[in-house]
């Protein structure tokens, strides 16, 4: 299967390659990386690509993105004091949106091995005044577009 519906589960589907480390807070109390960190890691991956790669600030940028949507599937477990790679790939790009790829997976895997969690996560960008969607800046376009 090809497209936006596939889902490709391998370390080496995934362009971008943004270590994390895990913090002993992030276990649950069944000793591993509790459910919504998976979604913290993501987002902070995410927006510190961005703002090394296009130079973004969500803080203070005319425009923004917003999460319009999520979604994670679980294949393994993970767990502190792991350190960690947020895979990052963009499966569609829009005017004013993007959609991503996610995975999160041990670090120091071959490209060949399976990640622990993948997930999906769309951004709409929107006009920091009138929180309506905006087409998104040209700088993160082309950082999205190399990770296509």
Known sequence: MTGADSVRDRVGDF?????????????????????AVYYALWDSAINAWLARD???????????????????RYLSELAYPDDLVVGIGVD????????????????????????????????VYVERD????????????AVYEAAL
């Open 15 to 35: 362009p971008v390659a943004w270590p994390v480390q895990t913090r002993w807070t992030d276990n649950d109390m069944f000793g591993h990386l509790n459910n």
């Open 54 to 72: 296009a130079g973004a600030d969500p803080m203070t940028d005319a425009a923004f993105p917003v999460v319009a949507e999520s979604s994670c």
């Open 92 to 123: 569609r790009l829009g005017s004013s949106s993007v959609t991503f790829r996610l995975a999160l997976y041990a670090a120091g895997l071959p490209p060949t091995d399976r990640v622990a969690a993948v997930g999906r996560w769309v951004h």
């Open 130 to 141: 009138t929180r309506r969607p905006t087409p998104m800046p040209a700088e993160v376009r």
